[in-house]
């Protein structure tokens, strides 16, 4: 069984269009986390739910909206996609916000033409 | 400057060589210490902590020097099977309780037969 998982895999659309990523998983975990790895493979995290509650904010455009429906789920939606947002999204758990050990999902390769 | 800093490399080693990876991080208040691992097209996975005391795990030790801030990864005997990229990874105290884990941008490690 995935312990994380994440769809799509790969995600290919044109700049102006809206997309989501959906993330779950089913370690039990209270704290869940989406980080965005660019072509020079420097991974960054951007949002953090713990328990359906935003702990984590970085500064990313709002055209991103993470939603966390329950503590298993958090879906990622882009809006007005720009070529900038290209990159690699890795969704991530742990066992709480003070947990240090992260696990990843496989990660979702999106490309914006 | 990045808030951690590793040599990109890449480190192209023979089997059974002895190889040494560098990290510096430049918040003093970095709390905790991490080598993840990422194979190619895939998610990090943690590889081990890092304490002042020095840890080893089989064929893997880490070293942290808080005064120089400064951590290292030593692989010895090298296998094929070690080639990857390593991420130097710190925490950072983002409010409350709650932690966020800084990645650098990786080491990248090529064993060769």
């Known amino acids: 069984d995935t312990a994380v998982s994440q769809t799509p895999k790969y995600l290919v659309t044109q700049m102006g269009n809206d997309k989501s990523i959906k993330c779950e998983q089913n370690?039990?975990?209270?704290?869940m986390y989406w980080y965005k790895q660019d072509s020079k493979k420097f991974l960054k995290i951007m949002f953090s739910?713990?328990?359906?509650?935003?702990?984590i904010n970085e500064t990313v455009p709002n055209r991103f909206s993470p939603k966390s429906p329950d503590k298993a789920h958090l879906n990622l939606h882009i809006n007005s996609l720009e070529l900038g947002d290209s990159a690699v999204y890795f969704c991530?758990?742990?066992?709480?916000?003070?947990?240090?050990?992260?696990?990843f999902g496989p990660g979702t390769r999106l490309t914006v033409t | 400057r990045k808030e951690v800093e590793q040599d990109p490399g890449p480190f192209n080693v023979p089997e059974g060589a002895t190889v040494a990876f560098n990290c510096t991080y430049s918040?003093?208040?970095?709390?905790?210490f991490f080598w993840y691992r990422q194979d190619c097209r895939k998610e990090p996975k943690l590889l081990m902590s890092?304490?002042?005391s020095g840890n080893e795990d089989g064929r893997f030790t880490a070293q942290l020097n808080r005064a120089s801030q400064y951590i290292s990864l030593l692989i010895r005997d090298s296998k094929l099977s070690d080639s990857a990229t390593y991420l130097c990874?710190?925490?950072?105290?983002?409010?409350?309780?709650?932690?966020?884990?800084?990645f650098g941008t990786g080491t990248l490690l090529a064993v060769q037969p």
């Open positions: 991530a758990s742990s066992q709480d916000y003070g947990s240090y050990e992260q696990y």
């Open positions: 370690l039990g975990h209270d704290t």
């Open positions: 739910y713990n328990n359906k509650e935003l702990i």
């Open positions: 918040n003093s208040a970095s709390q905790s």
């Open positions: 890092v304490y002042s």
């Open positions: 990874v710190v925490t950072l105290n983002y409010g409350g309780a709650t932690n966020k884990l800084i």
